[in-house]
């Protein structure tokens, strides 16, 4: 049986670029795909651009209402879902090639996995060719938590059963409820993850996370606080690792 896989996608006023996404994943080859959009309200073309592509993609399910930011939204998206494995690509951002769906279910079939990642590879925003900093996430190992390890989250993909077990995102984070996300998950010892050792995800730079100094700031706290949620010792020492290990990803060369 063909295991289905759901796709959540979180849009705002994101004309410029979903079109990229919508096609990276109607172009896959891996047919037993639902993708389901969930618009915050946006106010430029993103809607009729949605509706468009609905009315010929049968595999698009979408709602547009006002949220409260992305990780409300991916949560509603959670709640529509009706696949065996759940993942996410961002209106920004497209899938690195189009057999990476079908590699990620091939890689759950091997064995009992609840979870497969990736690499991520962000290119400027305006050229998706120009390759600024690659994210190569690693085969997990517990202790690697304490190193501040984190996967590429927009890489994970998980079983559905995983978020009934660690549940959503939770919303008093405003930029850091992925990391939250991946503590809470990779901090169960009763689940199995695999590295699959590629590119999965092109991502345009421009993130909430890195907007602003301000961000940046308001990220390191909730980082800490997340880490010192899940208990994870030497919390002050994670976050200074977690942030000392991206410097080498702007000087690794990888292709797309």
Known sequence: MTPKITIITATYNSGATIKDCLDSISNQDYACIEHIIIDGGSTDDTVSIITDYSKKHTHITWISEPDSGIYDALNKGLKMASG????????????????IISRIVASFTKGSIDGVYGDLVYVKKDNISHIVRNWRSKAFKPPMLRQGWMPAHPTLFLKRDVYHISG????????????????????????????????????????ASNKTIRHIIVKMREDLRAIKNNKIKYPTYVLFMKNVSKFSQFFKKTVI
């Open 168 to 207: 959503f995102f939770n919303l008093s984070y405003t930029i850091s409820s992925d990391y939250d996300f991946v503590l809470r998950v990779f901090s169960n010892r009763n689940l199995c993850f695999t590295y699959l050792d590629t590119n999965i995800t092109i991502m345009r730079l421009g993130g």
């Open 84 to 99: 065996v494995i759940i993942g996410f690509l961002h209106s920004d951002d497209l899938f690195a090639n189009h057999t």
